[in-house]
C-alpha cells in the first residue's frame, strides 16, 4: 500500500467563510478557471487545494481595484490555471461509521490512508477505504490480528487464514448443537417424569349427564 502526503484542502463552505463572500463570487472565479475542486463527497461537498485562499483574495482586490474579469487571469498569469479534471470522491470520517478510537488505531498501524484533510481537522478518505475500513472491523471482530504485511501480500495469503478460521468454526459449531441438543432432550425427560407417577391424571374424563 503506497502511502502519498496527505493533501491539504478546503472546503466550499470553508472557503466562503474565509472570503466573507456570497457563492456567486466563487462561480465568478470558476468561470475564470482559477478555482475547480479536488475532491467531493457523495452528499456534494465541494473541496479544493488550500492555497487557493490566498489566490482568491487576490482576485477579490483586483476585482476591487476595477480589474476586468478577462484581464485577472493575465495579472495572476495563466501559470496559475488549473487543468480542470473530475475531482476525486471522498468520505469524510464520520462516514465510514466507525467507532473513532477504532479508526485511530487503523491509521496508527498504517491500514488506512488519509487522503487529505482541511485546516480545521477534518480527515478525508478515498471511498475505497470505506469498504476497506469494514473489512478490517469484521477481522477485528473475529480475533484476527491484522497488520499491513497482510494487505500488501498476495490476497491468498489473508484467504488462507480466513479459511483456516472459518474450519475451526465449524467444528465449533457442530460441538455446539450436539451439546444444545443434548441438553434439551435432557430438559425434556426432566419435564416428562411428573407425569409419568403413578396416580398423576394425565387427562380428565367428563361424566356424561
Same mark, same amino acid.
Given at each position: 500500500m503506497d502511502h502519498e502526503a496527505v493533501r491539504a484542502v478546503i472546503s466550499r463552505t470553508a472557503l466562503v467563510d474565509a472570503l466573507k463572500a456570497p457563492p456567486a463570487f466563487l462561480r465568478r472565479v470558476e468561470r475564470l478557471g482559477l478555482l475547480?475542486? #479536488?475532491a467531493r463527497t457523495a452528499r456534494h461537498e465541494l473541496y479544493y487545494p488550500a492555497e487557493v485562499l490566498e489566490r482568491? /483574495?487576490?482576485v477579490q482586490s483586483l476585482l476591487a481595484a476595477g480589474y476586468a474579469e478577462k484581464d485577472i487571469g493575465h495579472v495572476l498569469g495563466r501559470v496559475v490555471a488549473e487543468v480542470r479534471s473530475e475531482p476525486a470522491l471522498v468520505c469524510t470520517a464520520s462516514e465510514l461509521a466507525v467507532a473513532p478510537e477504532v479508526l485511530d488505531t *487503523?491509521?496508527?498501524r498504517r491500514l488506512v490512508e #488519509?487522503?487529505?484533510?482541511?485546516?480545521d481537522g477534518q480527515r478525508l *478518505?478515498? #471511498?475505497g477505504e470505506s469498504e476497506r475500513v469494514r473489512v478490517l472491523c469484521a477481522l477485528e471482530e473475529l480475533g484476527l490480528a491484522v497488520s499491513l504485511s497482510d494487505f500488501e501480500a498476495p490476497p491468498e495469503r489473508l484467504v488462507s487464514r480466513i479459511d483456516r478460521i472459518e474450519s475451526q468454526l465449524l467444528i465449533v459449531r457442530i460441538w455446539l448443537r450436539r451439546?444444545?441438543?443434548k441438553r434439551s432432550k435432557t430438559r425434556l425427560r426432566g419435564a416428562e417424569k411428573p407425569l409419568k407417577k403413578?396416580? /398423576?391424571a394425565i387427562f380428565s374424563r367428563r361424566k356424561r349427564v
Open positions: 475547480n475542486p #479536488v482568491l /483574495v487576490h *487503523f491509521l496508527e #488519509v487522503w487529505g484533510e482541511t485546516s *478518505f478515498a #471511498v451439546g444444545l441438543g403413578p396416580g /398423576v
